[in-house]
Nanobody
Framework: QLQLVESGGGLVQPGGSLRLSCAASGFTLRFFDIHWFRQAPGKEREGVSCINTNGGSQNYADSVKGRFTISRDNAKNTMYLQMNSLKPEDTAIYYC????????????????????WGKGTLVTVSS
């Protein structure tokens, strides 16, 4: 079964940290750019970050620059999103997604054209 599975979400206080993971099964992430998106209640989906196939290039939304770090471990077929200095406005369901490197979708942080999506993990930032 081809799928992406997120984990690591939860409740955290403002200023705290969480690390999200996204594991692929049934296919290798090596040929895919990897993305994180989020959707807050009542809001549209937002592109958060993207990392290219070899990890040498990352892209971040302005809202998370300097606080979030995306990474990947192709040997473990897993990607990560380290989230620091969390704010209440970071509260959302976070989704990982993968797009074939040939589509070159990393720069735009848009959700169109993804080949695989995870089901999401909830992050709640609240005191």
């Amino acid at each position: 079964q081809l799928q992406l599975v997120e984990s690591g979400g939860g409740l955290v206080q403002p200023g705290g940290s969480l690390r999200l993971s996204c594991a692929a099964s049934g296919f290798t992430l090596r040929f895919f750019d990897i993305h994180w998106f989020r959707q807050a209640p009542g809001k549209e989906r937002e592109g958060v970050s993207c990392i290219n196939t070899n990890g040498g290039s990352q892209n971040y939304a302005d809202s998370v620059k300097g606080r979030f770090t995306i990474s990947r471990d192709n040997a473990k077929n897993t990607m990560y999103l380290q989230m620091n200095s969390l704010k209440p406005e970071d509260t959302a369901i976070y989704y990982c997604a993968a797009s074939l490197v040939t589509k070159r979708l990393c720069a735009g942080l848009l959700g169109d054209g993804m080949d695989y999506w995870g089901k999401g993990t909830l992050v709640t930032v609240s005191s």
